[in-house]
């Protein structure tokens, strides 16, 4: 199969949420399999179906419920989802589109590299030379 090719990242972006908003059946086997949701507090009890239903609110500009806006933030592309998906939707693009609208619209808080930036800096103070770290940090 020819992967289709996008104008931009709006186009593709577009085009690939309205395939998975027609793809999925919210049947949830990419939720069960997700080695991250042990890790997302909201996401403890909830349905598979309804959580991913949340995503796919997120996908549409929506607000989704606490499970499924916990589950797009905690997502690290383990790609674990994807051979789970009956419906070749690849569910790791899904929960990166909703994250993007979710962040974009407010939904949940844009990412803040600040914090992480600061800890990066001292490991690399570690290893670099005085003047690798004035070039570089
Ligand atoms: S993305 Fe695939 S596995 Fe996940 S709920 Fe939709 S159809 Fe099921």
Do not use: H
């Amino acid at each position: 199969m020819v992967a289709p090719r996008y104008a931009d990242w709006a186009a593709l972006r577009a085009a690939e949420s309205a395939r998975i908003l027609a793809a999925c059946s919210a049947c949830g086997a990419c939720f069960e399999a997700c080695p991250m949701i042990a890790y997302v507090p909201d996401a403890q009890g909830a349905a598979a179906s309804d959580t991913v239903r949340g995503v796919l609110s997120l996908l549409q500009g929506g607000q989704g419920d606490a499970a499924a806006r916990g589950w797009v933030a905690a997502c690290t592309r383990s790609a674990v989802c994807i051979p789970a998906c009956p419906e070749a939707v690849d569910p790791m693009l899904m929960l990166r589109l909703a994250k993007f609208n979710a962040q974009e619209s407010g939904v949940i808080p844009p990412r803040d590299a600040r914090d992480a930036m600061a800890r990066v800096k001292a490991f690399a103070r570690l290893g670099f030379t005085e003047a690798e770290q004035k070039d570089w940090l």
